[in-house]
């Protein structure tokens, strides 16, 4: 089980770091991901981390402004998200899976979201 949790209400400009807990089983062996969703839009990729932390990706959108992060001793993945725009605004969801690639079919198991709110 993923639990996503930090999202509120910020300005465009201002940071917020989301954590990604997970229970019931050990994700230390599994890529995380973070994806989002605005209203009335498809969910999309934000960005991936591997197994052991060594490897991440992000997409365009967000590179340079946001940084994934994982503690496995805290089986918790974090997602720093720093210089918030507007259309940030979003649910966020955390993810797990075999790869830490772009794809929603590329993860198994899925967090229940955490918005966030970017005012202008």
């Known amino acids: 089980q993923l639990q996503a949790f930090g999202g509120g209400l910020v300005q465009a400009g201002d940071s917020l770091r989301l954590s990604c807990a997970a229970s019931?089983?050990?994700?230390?062996?599994?890529?995380m991901g973070w994806f989002r969703q605005a209203p009335g839009k498809e969910r999309e990729f934000v960005a991936a981390?591997?197994?052991?932390?060594?490897?991440?990706y992000y997409a365009a959108s967000v590179k340079g402004r946001f940084t994934i992060s994982r503690d496995n001793a805290k089986n918790t993945v974090y997602l720093q998200m720093n210089s918030l725009k507007p259309e940030g605004t979003a649910v966020y969801y955390c993810?797990?899976?075999?790869?830490?690639?772009?794809?929603?079919?590329?993860?198994?198991?899925w967090g229940q979201g955490t918005l966030v709110t970017v005012s202008s």
């Open positions: 019931g089983r050990t994700f230390s062996s599994y890529a």
């Open positions: 981390i591997s197994w052991s932390g060594g490897s991440s």
């Open positions: 993810a797990a899976g075999p790869r830490s690639g772009a794809y929603i079919n590329e993860y198994d198991y």
